[in-house]
């Protein structure tokens, strides 16, 4: 089990969670999951900021909630932490940490980008 | 008619990619998606194994398995939680689901663990003797209530009025009088926020 743990310290992505679901899926399965994972990438963390800044914590906790969850599936592990600690977060420290989230989601995008070509290439 | 497995999950990623585990751990079963424990029920007595998600739009907790189970005794239950709690899998083994992994799990240990719990086994990091709660916390408080109670106090938290519960449950104001106060007996509480407050916390 991931520990919820500092974000900051653990991986992007973690590549042999991706490299497992390329051993026991076909292909096309596998490109199916990472493009749906970027999709929520590049949806769910700005949709988080959006909510906190409304002042819709409730929302945004949810949406944090289904962030945290795909990236768990796929091994996404820093944004599932930071997920993890906008929706355990109280009222006030709430918007500062979903600010990190749309810096993260490009970073995560970019990881899963090269792992990607990495998976390709083996 | 093929037998069902039912993966249940708010999050279409997480049921695609629980589905994707599902079709190489048994091939032979039909895939069936629900995305409220609900829509899992109405299909819950024909499943041969069900996955289910613990954050969902009408379950948040790990309160709603043993009701589950109460009402499918045949069926095999495997928890597959985003939860980082670390006490969350303790909880879900004193439940009496047969498994529990986490949505972080690589997929061949999700594989071998779909593959013991349809072939009647279990699948927990711990032996599932050990799961015994300490009787006076508040998830072992919240578990003793009756089926009807936890649905009251469902109700309570979404900040319904006794009359609305009743109408909402099809019960009469004086049965639902009657359960809140056997709840606040059962979670050695003063008042119904502080129930709520129980419950949210063991939701969170």
Known sequence: MI?????????????????????????AQ???????????????PSMVLHLARQGDLANARAAAHFLKGAALSIGARRIALLADAVERADDTALVEHAQELPACA???????EAVQLTLQAA | MSAIAIVVDDH????????????????????VEAASLAEASARAGEAKLMTLDLALPDNRSVLGVPVLLERFPGLKLLVISGALNPDIEQQVAATGAHGYLSKATP???????????IAGGTWFSFEPCDAALAPESEFARLSSLTNAQS??????????????????????????????????????????TQAILMLQRVQS
Do not use: W, Y
């Open chain 2, 12 to 31: 279409p990623m997480c049921r695609q990619a629980t589905g994707m585990a599902l079709g190489v751990a048994a091939p032979e079963l039909t895939i």
């Open chain 1, 3 to 27: 520990e919820a743990a500092n974000h900051s310290s653990a991986p992007l992505i973690d590549p042999s969670q991706l490299r497992e679901f390329a051993d026991f899926l076909p292909g």
């Open chain 2, 107 to 117: 997929i061949s240990v999700m594989v071998e663990a779909m593959r013991a719990v």
């Open chain 1, 30 to 44: 596998v490109l199916q999951l990472i493009r749906t994972f970027t999709k929520e990438l590049e949806t769910r």
């Open chain 2, 151 to 192: 649905r009251v106090l469902n109700a309570m938290e979404s900040g319904r009025l006794n009359k609305q519960i009743a109408f909402d449950l099809g019960l009469s104001e004086i049965t639902v009088k009657a359960h809140v106060k056997a709840i606040l007996k059962k979670l050695a509480v003063p008042n119904r």
């Open chain 1, 106 to 112: 490009l970073d995560t995008l970019s990881e899963l």
